[in-house]
């Protein structure tokens, strides 16, 4: 079983997308409709009789949709984060994935005009966006989101769901063990109600 993850390649389907993140199918249509706008996927169009199939990194933007939106932020907010701004999340999430010893934040101001972001990818990036000069008279608010953990929490999905399909002939015992440890832990987070 391989645990190699290209966050590019969309190979997963609805049903993946639906068990890691919890989004319902109608949201999920919902948001991958194209008149809508809210979530372009990176497999090109979709013609009839082809499944739709999302990358890792579209999952990634489902999650932090999700996230948002159950915080009150418009899921539309949202996707100009992803594709109206000069600053591409997505390009963040790429370097979240890459480098999980470092932990990305994604910082989330409001204003009239919409959404803008900034990466913190130090704490001298958040000492810079924090006393910014011209920012001293002005008030934002504002939500911080780990991309770290977010990207995270999709491997390990993803990893899940590869464990679970690979024939039990070839898993190996270590492969086991991790497995388990995994579920206990995600049950003990859930009986704890963490997030």
Known sequence: ????????IPEYTQADVIRITAVSA?????WTDPNRGILRLSQDSVGKGRRRLYSALDIMAVTMIAHLSALGVS???VSQ???????????????AFEDSDKDYICRIFFDADGL???LIASSEDNDRFAYEEDWAEQRFAFIQ?????????VVFGI?????????EDQKTEAEKAIYAASKELLGDRKKAKLP
Do not use: C, H
Not at 1 to 8: A, G, H, K, L, P
Not at 26 to 30: D, I, V
Not at 83 to 90: A, D, N
Not at 159 to 167: C, G, Y
């Open 1 to 8: 079983m391989s645990n190699r993850v290209d966050i590019e």
């Open 26 to 30: 109608k949201t999920l249509q919902n």
């Open 75 to 77: 899921p539309n907010l």
């Open 81 to 95: 984060l992803f594709y109206e701004r000069e600053s591409k999340v997505s390009g963040w999430f790429k370097s």
């Open 116 to 118: 803008f972001a900034r």
């Open 145 to 153: 989101v780990s991309l770290t953990r977010i990207a995270s929490f």
């Open 159 to 167: 990893r899940d769901i590869r464990f679970e399909e690979t024939p």
